[in-house]
């Protein structure tokens, strides 16, 4: 057998997590409660993942996608940035990808949205926008981003979208949702971080 059918077949435990994680994720976007704080369903899924990643990478790596192939990369990706009650997990994705972008793998748009969920997490401003948090009347927006100007030009050093693309993009979906979101609850949120190790 071929060693990139082997590395398929591997790799597919991670693939079907990700893919129900994001089944879930429309699941509880339709009805509305996604928005509602960190949904218990979701957040199970998330801690199972996290799990079935550990076990990945502890056996194999992260990875990367010129071994892995995009598919299997971008699942691992997924899993990680979703498993936000545990920040060692988002932390040590960070820094294989920031190993793998110097080392010219096509991961800067997993990067930049890593690294700025992490920065938000950790109460430092995003850099690059990728954090659309849902505002007043059903408006999204990049929630504590440095400044847009300052986050097109990162985002044109590592060859990502621009931000207007971005926030169309993000526009254009939340007009699919059924529900409008409340704007998030800040006091919730910071309370979160806290029992989840982000912030003393």
């Known amino acids: 057998m071929m060693i990139i ?3 398929k ?4 435990e991670l693939i079907d997590a990700a893919e129900y994680d994001t089944a879930i994720r429309i699941e509880l976007e339709q009805d509305g409660s996604l928005f509602e704080g ?3 369903k979701m957040q199970e899924v ?10 990945f990478v502890t056996l194999h790596g992260w990875p990367i996608p010129s071994k892995w192939g995009q598919q299997i990369h971008e699942a691992a990706w997924l899993i990680a940035i979703h498993a936000i009650s545990k920040p060692d997990i988002l932390r040590s ?5 920031q190993k793998a972008l110097s080392n010219g793998e ?6 930049a949205r890593l690294f700025d969920r992490i920065a938000l ?15 007043k009347h059903g408006q999204w927006y990049a929630h504590d981003l440095d400044s847009i100007e300052n986050a097109e030009k990162k985002r044109s050093a590592i060859g990502m979208i621009s931000f207007a693309q971005n926030q169309k993009e993000i526009d254009e979906w939340a007009a699919t949702l059924l529900t409008i ?3 998030i609850n800040e006091e919730k949120f910071l309370q979160f971080l806290i029992e989840a190790g982000w912030r003393n």
């Open 93 to 97: 994705a960070l820094h294989e990808l």
């Open 106 to 111: 096509f991961v800067a748009e997993q990067y």
């Open 38 to 40: 960190y949904h218990p």
């Open 46 to 55: 998330h801690e199972r993942n996290a799990v079935i990643l550990t076990k």
């Open 181 to 183: 979101p409340a704007p």
């Open 9 to 12: 077949q591997v790799g597919q």
């Open 5 to 7: 059918e082997i590395q």
């Open 121 to 135: 997490y950790e109460g430092r401003q995003q850099e690059y926008g990728t954090q659309f948090f849902p505002g």
